[in-house]
Structures are given as C-alpha cells and as structure tokens.
C-alpha cells in the first residue's frame, strides 16, 4: 500500500502525490503535533494540543511543558513508527520550533527534522 501526501496533493501527471518513507514519517510527526484534540471526529484524543500553547509566556516552566507534550503525542500515536530519541521545543513570539530526533522502526534510520508551526522544513 502507497503512502499519501500530507496535504493531499497532485503531481504533474494527475496522480496523487506518494512521499518516501521518511517524508511520510516526518508527514505523520506533523500531523501528530499541529492537530488539537477534539479536531478528529473518529479520534477524539488524537493530537498534542501543542498549538494552545504557543503564547504562552516564555520560560523553563513552559520550555518543559512544550517538551514534555511532544514526548508523550509521538510516543502514544507513533510508537510503533518511530522510536523517539530526543525532543526540543520553543515557541518564541508566536512561532512555534521542535526538533525531533528519532529512529525509524521500518528502516532503523537515524532523522532529526526540525518542524516549525505551519509545517515549514528547517
């Protein structure tokens, strides 16, 4: 079974989009971390919530809380995807940055992606 793009696209030839396997892994990790709970109908739970916390004021108290957070959404949603190694987060005005180290389950690849809010590459 082909992996989709995320978002759905279309390329050149008017097929959909199929992205490599780290790039729907990296797909899967920003879907994970930019849907608030309660956004999926079928899955309530589903998401990290991380976005509500992007204005909260700067500081360690809310650097960990933001780490902690994306700890737990990749480990419960991706588990069986990625084995999650180190995790990063900050928010600074408004904008969003995590940085995900992990190993790829299916391929044993070492990654680091960097993801910032609205899914921008590093």
């Not at 990749?74 to 900050?90: F, K, M, T, Y």
């Amino acid at each position: 079974m082909a992996d989709v793009n995320h978002p759905f696209a279309f390329g050149p030839d008017g097929r959909t989009l199929s992205p490599t396997h780290s790039g729907h892994v990296r797909d899967l990790i920003e879907q994970v971390l930019f849907t608030n709970p309660g956004e999926r109908i079928n899955r309530p739970e589903f998401g990290s919530g991380l976005q509500g916390l992007v204005f909260e004021p700067s500081g360690s108290a809310i650097a960990a809380t933001l780490q902690s957070t994306v700890e737990a959404a990749l480990q419960r949603w991706l588990g069986d995807v990625i084995v999650l190694e180190a995790v990063s987060a900050r928010a600074d005005e408004g904008v969003l940055e995590v940085v995900v180290q992990y190993v790829e389950v299916r391929t044993a690849e070492r990654r680091t992606d960097t993801i910032r809010s609205g899914g921008g590459p590093s």
